[in-house]
């Protein structure tokens, strides 16, 4: 590389949005790696983006972390920490990096995703680091950060493979890809019941899900099924049939979870009436399907044109909740210099 290059390549700015899974990933092969259990499929979103700036500090004997201006600590800097030493090996040097990384959300939102964070600071770190990886490349990169991540690198819809055969052929096999979808229009309404701190991390739930819940093979195998079938449904554009697999896959995963030992309870009274105003909306004729992750926020998938309607009758059940409106949105990119 010339120096000229090399200096380029030494900061870069990327970004990613999060998405959410309408087949869930739930439960590790491998920690270590990060291999998935499942196959999980998602919709990357087209609101709260993360922007993550990686720069070389040659002269730096840490690396130093900022989440939204503030000095990183704990776990998530640690996380990050660990992901760059991952970069480096990669390429081949050492220079420690001063990482920026910025989320949009609404404050006290409780959104902020680990997805779109490791799929910015991959794309950002691969550059930064002179790496070139190719998309898929990319996507077992920030599997490495947080394994949902490796969904976020792409727009629209995505499927991410749970890795075959255990160490470094799971390792190769275990990444995400674009999943063509035609003659859907869908929005995400996201009803934020709780923007208050998980009580247990996703990390840990999914260890004592895998490790206890004895219902946790029978959801892994019927995931397999569903996952077929969203497929099927996502191909010929059937909202209805999306929304109907998305949730009863997501319920299904809440239950494993449920009866782990000791249970972990993610979904609050507050997820319980919204999930009541949903089923009183399929009464009315509307298709709004709903579908939660590792906390008590409750994701609606319903046609666009009835995102207005579906974010009334949640307002009306939960009036102090907050309600946002997603589209799909687009892949991870790094920016350019005119965009800076
Ligand atoms: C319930 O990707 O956040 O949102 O891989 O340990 O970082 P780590 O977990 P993470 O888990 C996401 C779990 C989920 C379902 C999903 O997004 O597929």
Redesign the pocket.
């Known amino acids: 590389m010339t120096v000229e290059n090399q200096l380029k390549a030494a900061a870069a700015t990327a970004v990613a949005h999060p998405?959410?899974?309408l087949i869930?990933?739930?439960g590790?092969s491998d920690e270590r790696l990060?291999i998935?259990y499942v196959d999980?499929l998602?919709m990357t979103l087209d609101i709260l983006p993360t922007v993550t700036t990686v720069r070389l500090g040659p002269g730096e004997r840490t690396d130093q972390v900022t989440l939204d201006g503030a000095p990183a600590e704990g776990d998530f800097r640690q996380r990050v920490v660990t992901f760059l030493d991952l970069l480096r090996a990669m390429a081949g040097r050492d220079e420690r990096a001063v990482v920026d990384t910025r989320n949009v959300v609404p404050t006290g939102a409780g959104l902020a995703s680990?997805?779109s964070g490791?799929a910015a600071l991959a794309v950002a770190g691969a550059a930064a680091y002179g790496l070139d990886p190719d998309p898929t490349a990319l996507s077992r990169l920030a599997r490495r950060?947080?394994?949902?991540?490796s969904?976020s690198i792409f727009g629209g819809f995505a499927i991410c493979h749970a890795g075959q055969g255990g160490g470094e052929a799971a390792d190769r096999s275990a990444f995400a890809e674009p999943v063509p979808v035609t003659g859907l229009d869908p929005a995400l309404v996201i009803a934020l019941v709780n923007a208050g701190p998980k009580a247990v991390s996703?990390?840990e739930a999914?260890r004592r899900t895998v490790a206890t819940s004895p219902l946790y093979q029978s959801w892994a195998a019927s995931s397999k099924i569903d996952l077929a079938e969203m497929r099927g449904a996502l191909h010929r554009g059937d909202l209805a049939a999306v929304g109907e697999i998305a949730e009863r896959n997501a319920l299904g995963?809440h239950a494993t979870m449920l009866a782990a030992r000791p249970a972990v309870r993610y979904l609050s009274a507050d997820t319980v009436t919204v999930l009541d105003s949903v089923l009183r909306l399929r009464a009315d004729g509307v298709a709004a399907y709903a579908t939660m992750?590792?906390g008590p926020n409750v994701k609606v998938l319903c046609h666009r044109a009835d995102a207005g309607r579906v974010a009334d009758a949640v307002r009306a059940a939960v009036p102090d909740c907050s309600v946002l409106t997603a589209g799909p949105g687009p892949a991870a990119v790094l920016r350019t210099e005119a965009g800076r």
């Open positions: 998405n959410i899974a869930k990933y739930w590790k990060m998935p999980s998602s680990s997805a490791f950060g947080s394994a949902s991540a969904r996703s990390r999914m995963m992750d590792a």
